[in-house]
């Protein structure tokens, strides 16, 4: 399983900004997909992820900072996860980091360790 991050960039505070993760190779719908972010001298951060359940269900999860502000999606079609970030704060600047994992769990894996695939990443500036 390959996985390309992108949408990346400068942005500033009170912004918005939507990153990409195309997933290729063996992947199908019951890969749990996850974005994490790290900024500099920091552990990498649980953000948001997204399990289809089949039909127009799925289930997320965010983190305690970026709930209320991100939106995670995915297109299964597209083989494309996507979060929305809006009202981006200085604290937001790291490099995002798109992740999967083949996972039929009752609960969705929040632990960057539960992950076995990971994009390359993007990094996100927040100006203020």
């Known amino acids: 399983v390959q996985l390309q991050a992108s949408g990346g960039g400068l942005v500033q505070a009170g912004g918005s900004l939507r990153l990409s993760c195309a997933a290729s190779?063996?992947?199908?719908?019951?890969?749990?997909m996850a974005w994490f972010r790290q900024a500099p001298g920091e552990e990498r951060e649980f953000v948001a992820t997204?399990?289809?359940?089949?039909?127009?269900?799925?289930?997320?999860q965010y983190g305690d900072r970026v709930r209320g502000r991100f939106d995670i999606s995915r297109d299964n079609s597209k083989n494309t996860v996507y979060l929305q970030m809006n009202k981006l704060n200085v604290e937001d600047t790291a490099v995002y980091h798109c992740a999967a994992v083949e996972s039929t769990k009752k609960f969705l894996p929040l632990a960057s360790t539960e992950y076995d695939y990971w994009g390359q990443g993007t990094l996100v500036t927040v100006s203020s």
């Open positions: 997204i399990r289809w359940n089949g039909g127009l269900t799925y289930v997320t």
């Open positions: 190779g063996r992947t199908d719908s019951t890969y749990v």
